[in-house]
């Protein structure tokens, strides 16, 4: 009876014994945390791109009311041309004439209105795609600044406190400030900030780029 009770024993031994150096063979977990988000917002080439993305917006918005100004009018001469076609005051030739003219006008009327909207959605899929092809390249830069802090401070896990639940609340409930490298990754990434750009707070929207 004492055999098995000692097997046992000795297996436990052994195994608490392999785990342990399994624990001592791996590297100590030393955490940092980041709000990847507030770095996104503070960094001057995303800055620079949402101030020159909302500048085209803002040009494409100035050329769809000026075709939206010469819509109305095309509308206003189509109106009259319907109006003429169907007054008692004209004869049958001068009535037909102007039905021609209105039917005429109706196309461009159609043809216009559709090349502006055309342009509408082309141009809000543009943007689209430029913001989004930015932030992927943004982030790579955000990624590796995270990467060449963490490895300063012997960081070996990094956590981004930006992140929401599916409740909306951070999915970190409490995290020590001392282990936040936000600030130092604002600050590197932004070291090739050119002396004249003038960054924004987070919390305020990037000034339209000079002309």
């Known amino acids: 009876m004492r055999k098995p ?33 507030k ?4 960094y001057w080439k995303k800055q620079d791109s949402e101030s020159k993305i909302q500048e085209a917006a803002h040009a494409a918005q100035e050329y769809l009311q000026k075709e939206g ?27 037909k004439k102007a039905m021609s003219d209105a039917e ?26 430029r913001r989004a092809t930015d932030n992927a390249r943004f982030f790579a830069d955000i990624r590796e600044a995270v990467m060449e802090i963490a490895k300063a401070r012997g960081a070996t896990v990094v956590i981004d406190t930006s992140g929401r639940s599916n409740i909306g609340i951070s999915t970190i409930i409490h995290a020590d400030p001392g282990f936040d490298i936000t600030a130092d990754v604002v600050a590197l990434v932004n070291k090739s ?8 707070s987070p919390e305020a929207p990037p000034a339209p780029a000079a002309q």
């Open 5 to 37: 009770i000692l097997s046992i024993a000795l297996a436990g031994i052994f195994l608490a014994s392999s785990l342990s150096m399994q624990a001592a063979d791996a590297p100590a977990v030393k955490l940092a945390t980041v709000d990847v988000v």
């Open 39 to 42: 770095v996104m917002a503070s």
């Open 193 to 200: 900030m050119p002396a004249d750009f003038k960054l924004q």
């Open 69 to 95: 100004a010469a819509l109305d009018e095309i509308k206003k001469t189509l109106d009259d041309a319907v109006e003429q076609g169907r007054s008692s005051m004209l004869t049958e030739d001068a009535k």
């Open 104 to 129: 005429r006008i109706y196309q461009q009327f159609q043809e216009k209105g559709q090349q502006a909207e055309q342009f509408k959605e082309n141009k809000e899929r543009e943007l689209a795609q």
